[in-house]
């Protein structure tokens, strides 16, 4: 059984004192209303870099752990609300201030029939500075990651010098995935395409031949996404290409809103989903069907394909308090381990509390990124929080020992998710690893950016707990 209050913390089911500031999950208080700064400018925000000591950590939407966003007790938590709003656009690019939340992004460019090119993740509540600060991505093998699309970003230093970094720049690649710890940044360009239409294909599939299904998906579409429920040795899989122009026609006739291809629904998934939502209700002890983490499964019953844009399709995730785990590996091992765990939960029979999310992305360019130089499989997992703050027990056995057989292959953990660093090395997982440090000292001597987690992780070698 796992309790491991440090990496899996309880959640605050207390409304928090008006003085405390908690992280999204409310699992960690990251510090307190007087560490909390909302520079309204880039004067003001120099002018508290001059006038202050002492480590800051800048604040997006506070969706990742804990222990990446909050500063020392006597730190700084900085959060750029005020850094919001799109500030140009042209025929291929957008220039975003950092603070400004995806979805507001998203929704811009899809008033101006452009996107990105990149699918988007599951949800877009979090700040761009925030999203490209730990590697963000969504699926597909011809894209990567959203700050793959990034052309140039504007950082301040902690010296209060404003630095502009462009696609080409020696520093590039580390700014792209950053950690929070080189600077503070204030403004983004990302490329941009015309808007297109996609069709979302949705099948229930047997898991029996995965191994080779899985780089089929990717290979053949241009994004594909899986959901794999291991109990039952099934997978709902959506694959997604470009609208044929009848779909097309259809979802212009529809005032561009989703379009549904039929009235009769596909039920193969019914009854496994039934029994996914038994488990859930009762690792949750949340009982009805009022609760908002079974929407992300329920939803699953009766598909049928759609169309609509990229964010209409693939961007549709309910955020629900959770302990979630994301661990990409190299595509090209993905065959073996799915074999792995196939063969592990034969012999332990282990308890699964949400299925597995297997997304694919192309290389990165980020130094940091988990998918850098390397297509990549991400395997991510989910364990919702029950009324009462806990988590079920089973459900963080599962992870936990799934995340141990992807470490063995050369997983590496999505930043802005929950992981335990005693499996990674990450000098060894990263061949930029010691180039991006050497950045961090360039442009953050003092490492006014670094918090225990940042200092941690540029100390340890692998066996190091924190
Ligand atoms: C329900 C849920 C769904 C998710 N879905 C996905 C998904 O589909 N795909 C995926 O890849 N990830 C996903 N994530 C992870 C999420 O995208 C990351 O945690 C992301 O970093 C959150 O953005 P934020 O604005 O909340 O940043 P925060 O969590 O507030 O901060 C994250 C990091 O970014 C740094 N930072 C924030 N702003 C700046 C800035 N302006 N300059 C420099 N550094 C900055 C912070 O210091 C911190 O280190 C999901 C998380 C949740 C909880």
Known sequence: MIQNPILYPQRSTDEPAAEQIFNWARNAQLGTKQQLHTPKDEQALQALLAESTGPIRIVGSRLSPGRMVSPACEGILLDLKHFRGILAMDEQSVRVAAGTPLQELFKTLQQNGRMLKCSPGVIAVQTVGGALATGTHGQGLQQSAITDEVLSFTLILASGEKRTFQRGDAEFSAVMVNLGCLGIITEVTLATVPERYFTCHKTAVSADTLESDIIEWNQQHLFSKAWWFVDDDLLHVWNIDQASSEDLESYQQNDQQVVRHSTEHDESLNATIDQTLALMHADTQVHGHGGKQFRTVARFKDFTD??????????????????????????????????????????????????????????????????????????????????????????????????????????????????DPQHYDWAKLYPKWQDFAAVKQQLDPQQRFSNHYIHQLFSSTIGDHS
């Open 306 to 419: 759609v169309t609509g844009d990229i964010y209409q399709l693939l961007c549709r995730g309910i955020a629900v308090p959770q302990i979630n785990v994301e661990i990409g590996v190299p595509l090209a091992e993905t065959p073996a381990i799915i074999r792995h765990i196939k063969q592990w939960y034969a012999e332990q029979q282990p308890h699964m509390h949400y299925p597995i999310i297997l997304r694919c992305t192309g290389a990165s360019e980020a130094w940091l990124s988990p998918a850098y130089q390397q297509d990549t499989c991400y395997f991510g997992f989910v364990v919702y929080y029950a009324d009462d703050g806990s988590l079920s027990q089973d459900g963080l056995h599962f992870l936990t020992e799934v995340e141990k057989i992807l470490a063995t292959y050369g997983g590496r953990p999505h930043w802005g998710k929950y992981y």
